[in-house]
């Protein structure tokens, strides 16, 4: 009764993102009251287990103790300050070590409150960087097929995801559009382990075409998350920062759904040891507890923004909870985590540890395709044939269906079309991968066994 009450309410009230309303009329909205490690519960103690990390943002559990206790502090010093000529000490320490840790060219960190911001303040940032040293041709923003860098209008524009944006096209910023890899379905009968990402064909006939306009290339990096969390060879980026050097051509690292150790690494870039000119960092910045996000330059585009005022160079960018006390905190806190407790050697052993799992308990399903993991991302793509490697159609909503199935058993699985996707907290247990592994196979076969 309490669960029915709360939702009746919710529904008469709240808008919920990223949803067809209508669906809520047989779906209601999970109530939930509390969180711990990996679970969430609801308001009648059902457990979930939190496969998505809800959304991609939480990496050390719900209520993390240390994290608790360190916005706990910081509350009851300072919450919040406006930060126009007005700074404090964890906005220092952490941009201090967000330099420190993140690769070479990148100097300087500006503030903004999410990942589209962020987007947003790395496009900016570039077409007035070039048009400051004179090179007022390149306005141009160049974006590559399936990509995905935020809601907001800017953001859509240079992303690729139809279902997000189609109905914008109006309004949006009209930007170029380059093929990009696409691994599974390879043109080139290539394996990404293995190939010269021979796909940056399509980027270097375009570029060398009209690079005088382009000031940046945007590029999620190594994984396309929203496309289905496509994983391509690091062989592209390589590619793509030398192309970049060659044409004066900012290289825009999208690392908000990838960064913190996401992939492996601690960014992922550094799985091409390269480095980009602007980076947009947030989600696991603050391990799921705050919105913030950072975007890095390095002193070549921040010397262009340097002079007299009367010059009007200056970077006029703002929002009211630019360099946030608390998300700070939170966000030192998180990389103080990182630090203590070797996180990233920890997830080396979790992540050979779900991929033998998945490997051997989805085995046989026949409508697995491809199953891809780097790090702690994995992705079940589902296919109708898996030599024609044919997809479902849109219309059967078969992710969606499982993802369904899948809450009714305990575990959080959202769907990405016709992909389930495994990106837990990094505070899994060998026994809850089992439990979330074993669930999405439950979940499949039980799905498909009624069609």
């Known amino acids: 009764m309490k669960m029915k009450k709360l939702q009746e309410k919710d529904l008469k009230y709240i808008w919920h993102p990223c949803s067809q309303m209508k669906d809520y009329e047989e779906f209601l909205p999970i109530v939930i009251e509390r ?11 059902k457990l979930y287990l939190d496969a998505v990390s809800s959304w991609w943002v939480n990496l050390f559990g719900h209520s993390n103790i240390r994290i608790n206790d360190a916005l706990y502090r910081q509350a009851n010093s300072l919450e919040h300050t406006i930060f126009a000529n007005f700074t404090h000490k964890p906005a220092i320490e952490l941009c201090k070590r967000i330099v420190n840790i993140t690769p070479d060219r990148l100097d300087k960190v500006f503030f903004g409150d999410n990942g589209s911001s962020a987007v947003e303040i790395a496009l900016k940032l570039s077409f ?27 953001a859509l524009s240079v992303g690729d995801m139809d279902l997000y944006s189609k109905i914008y096209e109006p309004i949006l910023l009209e930007t170029v559009k ?14 990404r382990s293995t190939c010269n990402a021979e796909c940056f064909k399509y980027m270097e006939e375009k570029i060398s075409e009209i690079h005088e306009e382009v000031t940046a290339i945007i590029i999620e990096l190594i994984v396309q998350c929203a496309a289905g969390m496509k994983i391509y060879s690091p062989n592209y980026l390589v590619k793509l920062r030398q192309i970049c050097d060659k044409y004066d051509i900012n290289l825009i690292a999208d690392e908000i759904a990838v960064g913190f150790g996401r ?17 947009c960092l947030s989600k696991g910045l603050t391990a799921g507890y705050m919105p913030l996000s950072l975007v890095l330059m390095g002193n070549k585009i921040y010397d262009a923004f340097y ?6 160079k200056a970077f006029l960018h703002s929002h009211s909870y630019s360099g946030n006390a608390l998300g700070c905190s939170v966000a030192i806190e998180t990389l103080n985590i990182f630090e203590d407790e070797d996180i990233l050697n920890k997830n080396k052993y979790k992540s050979e540890y779900l991929r033998s799992r998945v490997t051997s308990i989805l085995k046989d399903i026949p409508q697995i395709g491809e199953y891809r993991q780097i790090g702690m991302i994995g992705a079940i793509e589902l296919v ?34 016709n992909i389930l996707y495994f990106m837990p ?19 499949i076969i039980e799905y498909f066994k009624e069609k």
């Open 178 to 191: 380059v093929e990009g890899p696409d691994c599974y379905r390879c043109k080139f009968n290539k394996k």
């Open 384 to 417: 109708k044939d898996k030599n024609t490697k044919e997809p479902f159609e849109s219309e059967l909503r078969v992710g969606y269906n499982i993802y369904k199935i899948a809450l009714e058993k305990g575990v959080l699985l959202r769907c990405l079309g």
């Open 425 to 443: 907290p990094y505070v899994i247990s060998e026994k809850e991968i089992d439990f979330m592994v074993n669930v999405a196979k439950e979940s």
């Open 35 to 45: 969180g711990m490690g990996v679970f969430l519960q609801d308001v009648n103690k």
């Open 307 to 312: 002079d007299d005022y009367s010059t009007m």
């Open 128 to 154: 007035q960087y070039h048009k400051q040293i004179g090179k007022d041709k390149k306005y141009k923003f160049v974006k590559i097929s399936d990509s995905y860098h935020g809601e907001t209008i800017v």
């Open 263 to 279: 992939t492996g690494k601690m960014f992922a870039c550094e799985h091409a040891n390269i480095s980009p000119d602007i980076m």
